[in-house]
C-alpha cells in the first residue's frame, strides 16, 4: 500500500524558513514525478514544485522561484522542500504528490498525479 507522509511545517515569521519532508512507502515504478502542492484557506490547490524521478528535471510556481527548492533522497525514500524567506502568502496546508504525469506541461495540475499525503500545515506570519 502506497504512503506519503508530510512532515515539517509550522508557524514562522516572514523572512524565515521551513524544509518539508514526504516520507513514501510503497513505492511504485509507475511515477515519474513527485510534486508538491499547497492548498491556501479558501482557495484551489496549486502546484509549487515537482521534480521528474528519471532525469531530475524540477519544475516551480513563478512566486516561489529562488526561494523553494525541490529535492529527492533515494536511499531513504523522502521528498523535501526547502522553503526560504517565506511570505504570508506562503500560508497553507501543504500535500505530497507522486504520480505519472504525462508532458511537462501538467506538472501543476492535481488531476495529473495518483497518490496524495495528508498535508502539513505552513503558517507565515508578518
Known amino acids: 500500500q502506497v504512503q506519503l507522509v508530510e512532515s515539517g511545517g509550522g508557524s514562522v515569521q516572514a523572512g524565515g524558513s521551513l524544509r518539508l519532508s514526504c516520507a513514501v512507502s510503497g513505492y511504485t515504478d509507475r511515477w515519474n514525478s513527485m510534486a508538491w502542492f499547497r492548498q491556501p484557506p479558501g482557495k484551489e490547490r496549486e502546484g509549487v514544485a515537482a521534480?521528474?524521478?528519471?532525469?531530475?528535471?524540477?519544475y516551480y510556481k513563478t512566486s516561489v522561484k529562488g526561494r523553494f527548492s525541490i529535492s529527492r533522497d533515494n536511499a531513504e525514500n523522502t521528498l523535501f522542500l526547502q522553503m526560504t524567506n517565506l511570505q504570508p502568502k506562503d500560508t497553507a496546508m501543504y500535500y505530497c504528490a507522486a504520480g505519472r504525469v504525462l508532458g511537462s506541461s501538467n506538472w501543476a495540475r492535481p488531476w495529473a498525479y495518483d497518490d496524495w499525503g495528508r498535508g502539513t500545515q505552513v503558517t507565515v506570519s508578518s
Open positions: 521534480i521528474y524521478t528519471a532525469t531530475l528535471t524540477t
